[in-house]
Structures are given as structure tokens and as C-alpha cells.
């Protein structure tokens, strides 16, 4: 039986949002860096440029089917000044990142160096499918609005597809 915040006892609710709302996993794809862990000064991001720095693919989806995109970023702002760098998911497998044209946007502050400037960003998005797909590739970029922002890592990017 379904129970609410209330504590009571609902057959009836248990068995529509069981009937309903099933929901299965039937693809998971990962991205890491190797070794996992925080590096300084790992990989510098160039000012205002889009720099891919993970990717996933999955093999096959369908329409109706949903992707949950998952993410972990760890950055570092070695200026003087904070920065702002824009995070952005694109879908499919674009030669050119056009701004606009992405599924997911962040905008994330980094404090400047020595105050608060070692951050761990996270990222959540669910993309719902409409049109079957092979080999359908979900792109996470950074682009900083100036220089000394590090990827310093971890990073973890995550798909995993769902069928309704």
C-alpha cells in the first residue's frame, strides 16, 4: 500500500503510481579522468572559448525514452578577480558549438584566488527524447570569461537511459 506524508494507507493511490510510473534502466554510459582525483593546475581553459571536456554516447534511444545527465566539475580560479564560466550540454555531435543551441546552461562563479576559488560544480538535467536515435552524444563545455580557471577534476559525467 502507498503511504503519504500524512501516514495513512492508500491501495488505491499505490496501485495507479505503480501501473504508471514504471521506469527502467536500460543504458548507462560514464566519462572520467584517470586518475579521478583533484590535480592543480590540471588543464588551464582558454578565455572565452567553449572547451569540450566530456562526452558520453549511448547507443540507442527512442522516442518517449528519457537520458538523465549527471555531472561533477572540479575547477579552479587562479586570478586575482572572480570569474564566471558558462557550463554548457550540447546534443548529438555538433563539429562547431554554437552558443544557443545547447540543451543545458549554467552560469558559475569561482571566487578569486585564495577565497573560495577551489570549487566542485555539480550538473543535473533530464532530456526527454523525441525522435529514435543511434549513437546519440551528450558534450559538456566550460568557457571561462578570463584566463587562470583551471580543470583541475574530479570529473564525472554521467548518462543514463531510461524507458517509460
Excluded at 495513512?8 to 560514464?30: L, M, T
Amino acid at each position: 500500500m502507498g503511504r503519504h506524508c500524512s501516514g495513512h494507507y492508500d491501495k488505491e493511490w499505490n496501485d495507479h503510481s505503480q501501473r504508471n510510473n514504471q521506469a527502467s534502466f536500460v543504458d548507462f554510459e560514464f566519462y572520467t579522468l584517470d586518475p579521478n582525483v583533484s590535480i592543480d593546475n590540471r588543464f588551464e581553459l582558454p578565455e572565452d572559448v567553449q572547451t569540450p571536456v566530456a562526452s558520453v554516447t549511448l547507443n540507442e534511444v527512442k522516442k518517449g525514452n528519457l537520458v538523465w545527465l549527471n555531472g561533477v566539475f572540479g575547477l579552479d580560479n587562479d586570478d586575482n578577480n572572480f570569474r564566471e564560466v558558462l557550463m554548457r550540454i550540447y546534443k548529438g555531435s555538433p563539429t562547431v558549438f554554437i552558443p544557443g543551441q545547447e540543451i543545458y546552461l549554467a552560469r558559475i562563479e569561482i571566487d578569486d584566488a585564495g577565497n573560495d576559488d577551489q570549487v566542485v560544480e555539480p550538473l543535473a538535467h533530464v532530456d526527454v527524447i523525441n525522435f529514435n536515435e543511434r549513437n546519440l552524444t551528450y558534450t559538456v563545455t566550460l568557457q571561462p570569461d578570463g584566463d587562470d580557471v583551471f580543470l583541475n577534476g574530479p570529473v564525472t559525467f554521467t548518462a543514463v537511459l531510461v524507458k517509460k
